[in-house]
């Protein structure tokens, strides 16, 4: 089992930034990489999540087109944490944030972060 906790949201006007956080606990060293995806407004809970970044154990990362060259995702593995850094925000980037993290066949998230973009 592995139990990830996020928080960093909130709101913030266009052109601001936020830093998002996800801690990681439980089995974690079964966790293959740790990925940030976000639902948008009006949007029902489990379906049509965006994977906004991606950050597999040993592989590239990768970013959503929508986001690239304004979030950064990194980790820091003495803490079993990754982060999102976002900048320059937009209010299309405004919704649900969830941190996910597969291990071996199961899939774990987070409860969600509100971000809330206002123009």
């Known amino acids: 089992q592995v139990q990830l906790v996020e928080s960093g949201g909130g709101k913030v006007q266009a052109g601001g930034s936020l830093r998002l956080s996800c801690a990681a606990s439980?089995?974690?060293?079964?966790?293959?990489?740790m990925n940030w995806y976000r639902q948008a407004p009006g949007k029902e809970a489990g379906k049509e999540r965006e994977l906004v970044a991606a950050s597999p154990n040993g592989g590239s990362i990768t970013y959503a087109d929508s986001v690239k060259g304004r979030f950064t995702i990194s980790r820091d593995s003495t803490k079993n944490t990754a982060y999102l850094q976002m900048n320059d925000l937009k209010p299309e980037d405004t919704g649900v944030y969830y941190c996910?993290?597969?291990?071996?066949?199961?899939?774990?998230w987070g409860q969600g972060t509100q971000v809330t973009v206002s123009s």
């Open positions: 996910n993290a597969p291990c071996f066949t199961r899939d774990y």
């Open positions: 439980g089995n974690t060293p079964c966790i293959a990489a």
